[in-house]
Nanobody, 124 residues
Framework: VQLQAFGGGLVQAGGSLRLSCAASGRTFSNYHMGWFRQAPGKEREFAAAISRSGGVTYYGDSMKGRFTISRDNAKNTVYLQMNSLKAEDTAVYYC??????????????????WGQGTLVTVSS
């Protein structure tokens, strides 16, 4: 499956952004979808994930209450709504698709397909 992430940009602290990730090539609903982020000099970090049907969501600890992941299987798109953004949220955000068991949904190494990343910069 091919993934294309977009929606990043520059935002002030406290602001919001909505990332989108459009999928093509395979049956989108067959895949869990995840969002990860990577800041300069840091390891890739789990941000959020959503089950195939969209019925179950998962979040990194620092994202809970601020980020919301959702998907529209009819549009082959997954979204990440980010509110109350902080300077430490600055990173390149990647979407990913995988078929691993949900107990491993936070593990980036088990995702088979990745988008190109979109840069989010939060100014303080």
């Amino acid at each position: 499956v091919q993934l294309q992430a977009f929606g990043g940009g520059l935002v002030q602290a406290g602001g919001s952004l909505r990332l989108s990730c459009a999928a093509s090539g395979r049956t989108f609903s067959n895949y869990h979808m995840g969002w990860f982020r990577q800041a300069p000099g840091k390891e890739r970090e789990f941000a959020a994930a959503i089950s195939r049907s969209g019925g179950v969501t998962y979040y990194g600890d620092s994202m809970k209450g601020r980020f919301t992941i959702s998907r529209d299987n009819a549009k082959n798109t997954v979204y990440l709504q980010m509110n109350s953004l902080k300077a430490e949220d600055t990173a390149v955000y990647y979407c990913a698709a995988g078929t691993q068991v949900v107990s491993s949904i936070r593990n980036p190494f088990l995702y088979a397909f990745w988008g190109q990343g979109t840069l989010v910069t939060v100014s303080s």
